[in-house]
């Protein structure tokens, strides 16, 4: 069974910034793209930002300008910068792996407060 492990979460104060890293603990092949999703207390999961195997990425739109995310299609690698950090960025964040399944972490928290 494969599992993705996020890490990189953490507490930060506003305009500071973070990189998310995702593995996969074994080689996950056909993959067609691999993201980032965030789910706040009280609200549903929403995409943050998403790159195909050809290297379109796509944001939402609270986060353009501000993250990027890069990914390592041969190593199963994803990550996500997230550069001036708001506190609406407060979330649980969760990589995703899509290709013949999609495929969960776990999810990693990521607190933005002063």
């Known amino acids: 069974q494969v599992q993705l492990v996020e890490s990189g979460g953490g507490l930060v104060q506003p305009g500071e910034s973070l990189r998310l890293s995702c593995a996969a603990s074994?080689?996950?092949?056909?993959?067609?793209?691999m993201g980032w999703y965030r789910q706040a207390p009280g609200k549903e999961r929403e995409l943050v930002a998403d790159?195909?195997?050809?290297?379109?990425?796509n944001y939402a739109d609270s986060v353009k300008g501000r993250f990027t995310i890069s990914g390592d299609n041969a190593k199963n690698m994803v990550y996500l910068q997230m550069n001036s950090l708001k506190p609406e960025d407060t979330a649980v964040y969760y990589c995703?792996?899509?290709?013949?399944?999609?495929?969960w972490g776990q999810g990693t928290q990521v607190t933005v407060s002063s």
């Open positions: 995703n792996q899509y290709g013949l399944r999609s495929y």
């Open positions: 790159i195909s195997i050809g290297g379109t990425t």
């Open positions: 074994r080689r996950i092949f056909s993959i067609r793209t």
